[in-house]
């Protein structure tokens, strides 16, 4: 895959562990980024040392500035937020790193969704006017940051969408972070890089995704 040629303009909803270092090597990329926050001020400092094409807003205003969408607040506040901006993150590509993880009575990491229900699939229904991704679920992210600048395009990354167009957009930032995309399959069937899945947690190269994911072949 070749670098980016057209930049985007990137709302980042979630300016934290997984947030910040997506926001910064997009910029790298020459992409455009918004931090939203519920507390923008917050961000000035951090934004201020990263240059003209990133900024910090509210929630409302990084989604509708935005042609792309990254959700990465903590899932638990994630249902709150779509009830806010449904309306906002219409007609966008929303790329949703947020995990609903738990953990099993015998220390596992597992889903807190129901049986079958994937994020994604349950994402999507609750944006049913937006495109929809899943990626950077299942990737520790104190190594976002380190992996895609020492080893670019070295680590895979899974990701998975029912739309085209979601899915190219999702390929291309995921190679501007320095990883290598794989695509999983469509929502319904991305509990691979969901808490539990057998990518969650999982670092390896793209081909050794696809074989833990099942796809090798």
Known sequence: MAD??????????GAGNIGRPLGRHWLAAGHTVTFGSRNPDRLASFVEELGERARSATYAEAARTSDVVLLSVPHPALDDLL????????????????????????????????AGITQGSRLAARLPASSVARAFTHFPDELLWSRGTRQRHFWGMGIASDD???R?????????????PVHVGGLDESAAVDPGGVLFGY??????????????G
Request: glycine letters at 12%.
């Open 4 to 13: 980016t040629t057209t930049p985007l303009t990137i709302g980042i909803l």
């Open 164 to 166: 085209a167009g979601a």
């Open 203 to 216: 670092v390896s190269t793209p081909a050794g995704l696809r074989v833990a994911a099942g796809l090798a």
């Open 168 to 180: 190219r957009v999702t390929e291309t930032l995921v190679h501007d972070a320095g990883f290598v």
């Open 83 to 114: 009830d806010q901006l449904a309306d906002r993150l219409a007609g966008k590509t929303v790329i949703d790193a947020t995990s609903p993880i738990g953990v099993s009575p015998d220390g596992l990491f597992v889903s807190q969704l129901d």
